[in-house]
């Protein structure tokens, strides 16, 4: 099929469209007289250049937002490589807001240039999980803050410097992964996160955690490794439900003895630090089974004391 130089309007190709995906032989045959009449329009030569017919009846669908066609459709995936995912992103996330069931959105994408996302992210208000990773990504749009039924976002391996304000619109949202970009520091606005459970930053470049960090009472895992702490991060100590603390590759000397009253922590990791000892309260946190030490510079006399003070914890030189 080739592309005629008769104009559709938006309407038409809308039409046109309807007929493809239909599920009745007699639409689909009128679709194709119309073409063979009137040309394809340029707006779908690429969907006929996608083999399998069910896909490029799937991706016609998501673009013009058909959801009767594909009414159980909860997650889509934008990925380059893939044809029928392979889709302009604006229009597309136009289409995928008229897909009521639509719960996850992931960006999976190996760029060489920043993904931009536009305004229409914030269509999808029925967004419970977004996922954005390997695509370069700078910033997220202040339209992010319309996504108030997230539960997990995960937006590692871009290029972040900033997460905007707006993320404080996620009220719902119980996991956030961050981990490898490139953020000097979290909005104040992250403390009223109160639902969240696990918080990944690890491999950024963060020095201090915000003013009432310690509001995040809910918070169970928390990854702060490889960044870049020379000071074990006080505000954390009064987050009671701690179970994993990750702090390695950072700039630590020391860890204070208020770490005891991380009563539920279970693991602990400090490797790749500048920890010379371990203050004698440790021995008072009854549920601590494993501490990672490598790679910090404790003589082996300390190394003995420290085994012989935690009996009952795995330590790992």
């Known amino acids: 099929m080739s592309v005629t130089s008769q104009t559709y309007t938006s309407e038409e190709v809308l039409n046109?469209?309807?007929?493809?995906?239909?599920?009745?032989?007699?639409?689909?045959?009128?679709?194709?007289?119309?073409?063979?009449?009137?040309?394809?329009?340029e707006e779908l030569v690429y969907f006929m250049e996608i083999s399998s017919e069910p896909l490029r009846k799937e991706a016609m669908c998501i673009r013009y937002g058909l959801p009767e066609h594909f009414p159980y459709l909860d997650t889509f995936t934008f990925n380059?490589?893939?044809?029928?995912?392979?889709?302009?992103?604006?229009?597309?996330?136009?289409?995928?807001?008229?897909?009521?069931?639509?719960?996850?959105?992931?960006?999976?994408?190996?760029?060489?240039?920043?993904?931009?996302?536009?305004?229409?992210l914030g269509l999808l208000t029925q967004l419970q999980?977004?996922?954005?990773?390997?695509?370069?990504?700078?910033?997220?749009p202040q339209s992010v803050q319309k996504l108030?039924?997230?539960?997990?976002?995960?937006?590692?391996?871009n290029r972040l410097k900033t997460l905007p304000a707006e993320i404080v619109h996620w009220q719902q949202i119980k996991?956030?992964?961050?981990?490898?970009?490139?953020?000097?520091?979290?909005?104040?606005?992250?403390?009223?996160?109160?639902?969240?459970?696990?918080?990944?930053?690890?491999?950024?470049?963060?020095?201090?955690?915000?003013?009432?960090?310690?509001?995040?009472?809910?918070?169970?895992?928390?990854?702060?490794?490889?960044?870049?702490?020379?000071l074990f991060p006080e505000e954390i100590l009064e987050l009671k439900q701690l179970t994993l603390l990750n702090l390695f590759a950072n700039d630590l000397?020391?860890?204070?003895?208020?770490?005891?009253?991380?009563?539920?922590?279970?693991?602990?990791?400090l490797h790749d630090n500048q920890l010379t000892s371990l203050p004698d309260t440790i021995g008072n946190m009854k549920h601590l089974k494993m501490i990672h030490l490598k790679n910090?510079?404790?003589?082996?006399?300390?190394?003995?004391?420290?085994?012989d003070q935690f009996p009952g914890i795995t330590i790992r030189f």
């Open 129 to 140: 999980g977004l996922y954005i990773t390997t695509t370069q990504l700078e910033q997220l």
């Open 80 to 120: 380059q490589l893939i044809p029928y995912k392979n889709l302009p992103i604006k229009e597309t996330l136009q289409g995928l807001a008229k897909f009521p069931r639509l719960k996850k959105l992931s960006f999976h994408q190996y760029r060489t240039k920043p993904l931009e996302l536009p305004t229409e």
């Open 253 to 269: 000397k020391e860890v204070p003895a208020g770490i005891s009253q991380l009563n539920q922590l279970t693991h602990l990791y």
């Open 148 to 157: 108030t039924q997230l539960r997990e976002v995960a937006i590692n391996y």
């Open 175 to 230: 996991n956030f992964f961050a981990k490898y970009n490139r953020l000097t520091e979290l909005p104040p606005e992250i403390i009223q996160l109160t639902k969240l459970e696990s918080l990944a930053l690890h491999n950024n470049y963060l020095q201090h955690l915000p003013k009432g960090f310690s509001a995040l009472q809910n918070l169970q895992k928390l990854y702060l490794g490889d960044n870049r702490f020379t």
């Open 296 to 307: 910090n510079p404790i003589n082996d006399q300390q190394k003995a004391k420290i085994l």
């Open 16 to 41: 046109l469209v309807k007929l493809i995906c239909h599920d009745h032989s007699e639409n689909r045959e009128l679709a194709t007289q119309i073409i063979a009449g009137r040309g394809l329009p």
